[in-house]
């Protein structure tokens, strides 16, 4: 049993030949994907391929990229589409801050209405967050204290304290193929430690492959590459490992579970 976190399935490189990579994913014993949404325009075809594909989820959200594109997308329509039984996340959304696509204010408003949605919904928020830690904590921490919430810090490339933080919060961090990477060296410090019950692991597909496959176009298929490494990393049996992380994903995401 392995499952993909995060991936987006409808982005170019994936989408025309969508077919194949699923079947590349489960070939490798991937049983779940979690198809994430960063725009409006993309929620209905990400939704698409997860009514046709038992094995796919679908998120609904607005990256903090386009925040200042979706001015309109408040808590109430996230809360409406999320209604669709095969959305089982929020997001993603959160703050970048180190390309500042959008300004800060109106990511940190966006951030706060997908929370919301989550309060509301119950399902998990699924963050991003660069070169942000400080508003990132002081935003998850201010509504963490008015109702709480289930999430995920995505992607993570933060810092030991952030992580520390976070799994404070009641949060789950999840790894990609990053932690791979030859100059990834704190980030694979972090990886060692974290606690296994809180857990993920993604691809973030077609971004980010994990060695031995740089430089090629990411796909579900390759999270059984960093699930191998991150079990070496961390003196752990790689099946165990595979099977905590994806009980771990239904837990959190527990709309999704069997």
Same mark, same amino acid.
């Given at each position: 049993?392995?499952?993909?976190?995060?991936?987006?399935?409808?982005?170019?490189?994936?989408?025309?030949?969508?077919?194949?990579?699923?079947?590349?994913?489960?070939?490798?014993?991937?049983?779940?994907?979690?198809?994430?949404?960063?725009?409006?325009?993309?929620?209905?075809?990400?939704?698409?391929?997860?009514?046709?594909?038992?094995?796919?989820?679908?998120?609904?959200?607005?990256?903090?990229?386009?925040?200042?594109?979706?001015?309109?997308?408040?808590?109430?329509?996230?809360?409406?589409?999320?209604?669709?039984?095969?959305?089982?996340?929020?997001?993603?959304?959160?703050? %970048?801050?180190?390309?500042?696509?959008?300004?800060?204010?109106?990511?940190?408003?966006?951030?706060?209405?997908?929370?919301?949605?989550?309060?509301?919904?119950?399902?998990?928020?699924?963050?991003?967050?660069?070169?942000?830690?400080?508003?990132?904590?002081?935003?998850?921490?201010?509504?963490?204290?008015?109702?709480?919430?289930?999430?995920?810090?995505?992607?993570?490339?933060?810092?030991?304290?952030?992580?520390?933080?976070?799994?404070?919060?009641?949060?789950?961090?999840?790894?990609?193929?990053?932690?791979?990477?030859?100059?990834?060296?704190?980030?694979?410090?972090?990886?060692?430690?974290?606690?296994?019950?809180?857990?993920?692991?993604?691809? %973030?597909?077609?971004?980010?492959?994990?060695?031995?496959?740089?430089?090629?176009?990411?796909?579900?298929?390759?999270?059984? %590459?960093?699930?191998?490494?991150?079990?070496?990393?961390?003196?752990?049996?790689?099946?165990?490992?595979?099977?905590?992380?994806?009980?771990?994903?239904?837990?959190?995401?527990?709309?999704?579970?069997?």
């Amino acid at each position: 049993m392995l499952v993909d976190s995060h991936c987006h399935l409808n982005y170019k490189g994936l989408a025309e030949q969508q077919g194949e990579v699923l079947a590349r994913a489960r070939d490798r014993g991937v049983t779940a994907m979690l198809n994430i949404a960063t725009r409006e325009s993309e929620w209905d075809d990400v939704l698409a391929a997860a009514e046709v594909n038992a094995d796919v989820w679908a998120s609904v959200g607005i990256h903090p990229h386009d925040a200042d594109h979706h001015p309109d997308i408040d808590t109430a329509k996230l809360v409406e589409r999320a209604a669709h039984p095969r959305v089982i996340g929020i997001g993603e959304t959160g703050l %970048d801050y180190y390309y500042d696509k959008s300004d800060r204010a109106r990511q940190q408003d966006s951030f706060r209405r997908h929370i919301h949605a989550s309060q509301q919904t119950g399902l998990p928020v699924i963050v991003h967050t660069r070169d942000a830690e400080a508003d990132t904590l002081a935003l998850l921490g201010e509504e963490m204290g008015r109702a709480v919430f289930p999430g995920v810090i995505h992607c993570f490339t933060a810092s030991d304290d952030f992580a520390r933080q976070v799994l404070d919060l009641g949060l789950y961090i999840s790894i990609s193929g990053i932690v791979t990477f030859k100059n990834a060296s704190e980030l694979q410090a972090t990886a060692k430690w974290l606690p296994q019950e809180r857990l993920l692991i993604e691809t %973030d597909s077609p971004f980010l492959a994990p060695v031995p496959h740089r430089g090629k176009t990411g796909e579900p298929a390759f999270v059984a %590459d960093t699930l191998s490494f991150l079990a070496e990393l961390r003196g752990e049996d790689r099946e165990t490992l595979g099977e905590a992380t994806s009980l771990n994903f239904y837990k959190l995401f527990s709309k999704a579970a069997p």
